[in-house]
Structure formats: C-alpha cells, structure tokens
C-alpha cells in the first residue's frame, strides 16, 4: 500500500508541475505565431488570452519569484546563455526562463519530499534517508536541464532532417527570379506543414529583415537560434556568395546535395549500428527464450528418466 502511495503521489507531484509550467512556456510559440498572422493587437485575441489565463497561471506567477532566487544566475552572460538554449528549444516567451529555473528548485522540493516520504513509510535510518533525500532533491534539480538538452536535441534533428528539402526550395525560387529574402519568405511559408520548426526560423530571418536588420546580422542570429554546424556552413557560404559577387543558386545547390549526400551517410551508419544494437536485446530476452522453448521439454525428458531409473533412487 506505501508503494502504491508513493508512486500517486510521483504522478500527482509531476503532473502538477507539468501543468503549471507548461502554459508559461508555450507563450512563446503562440505569441510568434501571432505576430506573423497579424493579429497580435486584435481585441478578439487579447480576450481568448483572458479567458484562458488558468489558477495555475496566476499561482506560478506569484511563486515563482520566490523559487528562481536560490537558481538565479548570477551574471547577464549566463541568462543570456539561458535565453539562447530556450531558443534553440523552440520556447520563446518572455517568462520562459523564469518557469525554467522556478521548475528546478519546484522539481527538487518535490522529489525531496517524496524522498523523505518514502523514508518515513520505509522506517529508514536518518543517515540513509539523508542520503535518499539529497539524491531526489538533485535529480529534481538536474531534471529540467535534462529536458531542455533532449529538447534542444530533438529539435535540432528536425531542423537538420529538413535543411536539403529547404535548400532545395531556395535554388528553385532564387533561379525563378525571386530575391533571397522573399525566397526566405516564399520558402518559409511553404513549408509550415512539413517542417514547421525550420519553417518558423526563416520566418523570423524574414521578419529581422523587414525591421531593418542586415542579412547577415539577421542569418547570425538565425544559426545561433537553431545551434547545427549546418547552419552556420550554410551562413557561411551564403555570406561568402555575397562578398564575392558569386551565384548564390549554384552555392546553394552544392550546399543541399552535400547535405543530402550526408544525410544518407548518417542512415547508411545506423543501419550498420542495428546489428550491434540488437545484440543486447537478443542474449537477454529472446535467446532465452529460444533455449527454454528447445532445450525445456528434453530437460524435463531427461529429469523423468533420471528419477525412474533404480540405481539413482
């Protein structure tokens, strides 16, 4: 029964969590999304946010002050560095790392006390639970930088699977005549339903330079947004093509067939990686069962034959 209240109160703990955070960290998307449909301003937008303001939202916005003091950093560098991997996580909004360092010190006090929880149902000595609390209470803490780097990985892939088809766009619309930036814009709105993570980064490459940015200053920011050596390779030949007075078309054409070129190198690897892979699962759980399939009923044949014969009796 202990166990079964410990593991409710995990779900529940982490549930709350989930939910209280999840809406301070999803502002960003929808607010960008906002701005690109125009309809940041409109009245009908600012009552949906309104009504769909939740207790949660006004509970994490009173406490989390209190929970970001003991994490705060303590210089602009590191919060600029915060800021630039919540990018690179596809999570924009202005409270983001602030929901981000209060869910670490939330994380930590509520594996703490499901810690000392499991202690106390467990009558454990002071020295053990001790030891047991501080492990949950720094598995909590380092929780959410898990969750991030997974998140700043996962995106990242998805950025990186997407590049060749979006390269492939680009040649195809700069050598129809368009210029780079509406073929950025032209690119970016076409490929919303495929790749939508890379569809969103060209749009703001598009939008930093209709407000006045340099290209190359705006392609800066779009590869430190997205945090892939393709990116950066990509800015690079394009700023070169620019300098040089050379054919960004063709530039951009030998950029996607080396992409491609690697892309099915990468999979020609893991599928050489599977065999290796499936070793693991192979001795520990299915060879097993192979053996006691074939080798059980001559087992038990021969356990028979041993018990019947009179000399072994």
Request: glycine share 8%; proline share 4%; net charge positive.
């Amino acid at each position: 029964m202990n166990n079964f209240l410990l593991v409710g109160l995990f779900v529940i703990s982490a549930a709350l969590v989930i939910y209280s955070l999840w809406p301070g960290l999803g502002d960003g998307k929808d607010a960008i999304k906002r701005r690109m449909t125009g309809r940041s301003g409109s009245a009908v937008a600012n009552i949906r946010k309104q009504a769909k303001e939740s207790v949660a939202r006004r509970v994490l916005n009173s406490v989390a002050p209190l929970a970001v003091r003991p994490v705060m950093p303590t210089n602009v560098e590191e919060m600029s560095k915060l800021r630039i991997r919540m990018a690179q996580a596809g999570i924009r909004a202005e409270n983001a790392p602030t929901a981000f360092l209060a869910s670490k010190t939330v994380v930590g006090i509520a594996l703490a006390a499901a810690g000392i929880l499991y202690c106390w149902a467990k009558g454990s000595a002071i020295g053990q639970g001790v030891g047991i609390t501080m492990v949950c209470a720094g598995v909590g803490f380092l929780a959410p930088n898990l969750w991030l780097t997974m998140a700043i990985s996962k995106r990242g892939e998805k950025i990186r699977n997407g590049l060749a088809d979006v390269l492939d766009l680009l040649v195809i619309s700069v050598e129809s005549g368009l210029g780079l930036d509406a073929a950025f814009q032209r690119v970016g709105d076409e490929m919303k339903l495929v790749h939508p993570a890379l569809s969103e980064e060209l749009q703001l490459v598009t939008l930093e330079s209709q407000m006045g940015i340099p290209r190359s200053e705006a392609l800066t920011n779009f590869t430190t947004r997205t945090g892939i050596m393709e990116t950066q390779s990509l800015v690079a030949i394009i700023n070169q093509a620019e300098r040089f007075g050379t054919s960004i078309a063709r530039a951009l054409r030998n950029q996607s067939d080396a992409l491609r070129i690697k892309r099915r190198q990468k999979a020609e690897e893991r599928a050489q990686q599977t065999t290796v892979k499936l070793m693991a699962p192979l001795i520990l759980f299915i060879f097993p069962a192979i053996l006691v399939v074939l080798a059980g009923p001559a087992g038990l044949k021969m356990a028979e034959s041993l018990k019947s014969t009179p000399g072994l009796q």
